[in-house]
T-cell receptor, first 114, second 114 residues
């Protein structure tokens, strides 16, 4: 069975600084997707960034980028120039190419210090 | 364009009561998912529909949980004889096509069983 592990329950970063959230996963499949979702207090789950496993190039979306290490099964999220609006729970997630459900980690609560 | 909507946003039920949670997916979306998110945890898959067909209900925790999507649009998650351990946020998500990597989440229904 696939699993997603986030070992940092909480993190804090100073506004305008850079922070990296860690995630590891376990799977025996070769085709899959990895995601980072943001969940603010409103509970709306928002997709931050997506990585296809077959792509070697790390995904980037504006201030958000990932470090995808397929062999190590590691998928970290880097947030540059942190903003107060980035404060939220961040979930790392996995989806097999052959399945529809998404498997989530337990989340990392990110605090932004003004 | 409206996103995924869920109602009610909050529900308090006495133990033993039946509850019904509604999800309105994005118009035209074929796939619909229900997830359960316990306090401080990541969402966990409950069940999945493709149009009106329930293709996977492996995540439903007991036979007290029942979901339907009779016309392939709106879905209802019903919990019979609620227990305290059912207290959680219930998230609904929809996606445009089967096996689509992107799921769009609703704001969730927070169920509290007293």
């Amino acid at each position: 069975a696939q699993t997603v592990t986030q070992s940092q329950p909480e993190m804090s970063v100073q506004e305008a600084e850079t922070v990296t959230l860690s995630c590891t996963y376990d799977t025996s499949e070769s085709d899959y997707y990895l995601f980072w979702y943001k969940q603010p207090p409103s509970r709306q789950m928002i997709l931050v960034i997506r990585q296809e496993a077959y792509k070697q190039q790390n995904a980037t979306e504006n201030r958000f980028s990932v470090n995808f290490q397929k062999a190590a099964k590691s998928f970290s999220l880097k947030i540059s120039d942190s903003q107060l609006g980035d404060a939220a729970m961040y979930f790392c997630a996995y989806k097999s190419d052959r399945d529809d459900k998404i498997i989530f980690g337990k989340g990392t609560r990110l605090h932004i210090l003004p | 364009g409206a996103g995924v909507s869920q109602s009610p946003r909050y529900k308090v039920a006495k133990r033993g009561q039946d509850v019904a949670l509604r999800c309105d997916p994005i118009s035209g979306h074929v796939s619909l998912f229900w997830y359960q998110q316990a306090l401080g945890q990541g969402p966990e898959f409950l069940t999945y529909f493709q149009n009106e067909a329930q293709l996977d209900k492996s995540g439903l925790p007991s036979d007290r949980f029942f979901a339907e999507r009779p016309e392939g649009s709106v879905s209802t998650l019903k919990i019979q004889r609620t227990q305290q351990e059912d207290s959680a946020v219930y998230l609904c998500a929809s996606s445009l096509a089967a096996y689509s990597y992107e799921q769009y989440f609703g704001p969730g229904t927070r169920l509290t069983v007293t």
